[in-house]
């Protein structure tokens, strides 16, 4: 079974940083793209950043030059570090990640989800 473990949000003021970490547990083949979500007060999800098993990122327009996603392979773990917090980047983020599991002699692919961590920035 995988689990991802979002941590790191929190309640912060405008113009300061947090980082947020997602762990990926369980019996893991491997890990393609990896990226954060958010979800804000009756807004849709919306991607932040991804990143590729390369490293290559992709971010929103709205976080480029705020947010730096980065990943650690060996450790099966996502990062995002934002910066100039700004009170509309307040939503929940979500950890997704591309997984591949072994069952039996077959490989399975498919996404998998955190389960959120709240992301509260006051003006």
């Known amino acids: 079974q995988v689990q991802l473990l979002e941590t790191g949000g929190g309640l912060v003021q405008a113009g300061g940083s947090l980082r947020l970490s997602c762990v990926v547990f369980g019996n893991i083949f491997s890990i393609k793209d990896m990226g954060w979500y958010r979800q804000g007060p009756g807004k849709q999800r919306e991607l932040v950043a991804a990143?590729?098993?390369?490293?290559?990122?992709n971010y929103a327009d709205r976080v480029k030059g705020r947010f730096t996603i980065s990943r650690d392979n060996a450790k099966n773990t996502v990062y995002l570090q934002m910066n100039s917090l700004k009170p509309e980047d307040t939503a929940v983020y979500y950890c997704?990640?591309?997984?591949?599991?072994?069952?039996?002699?077959?490989?399975?692919?498919?996404?998998?989800w955190g389960q959120g961590t709240q992301v509260t920035v006051s003006s």
């Open positions: 997704n990640a591309g997984i591949t599991t072994a069952q039996g002699d077959l490989l399975h692919e498919m996404d998998y």
């Open positions: 990143i590729t098993s390369g490293g290559i990122t």
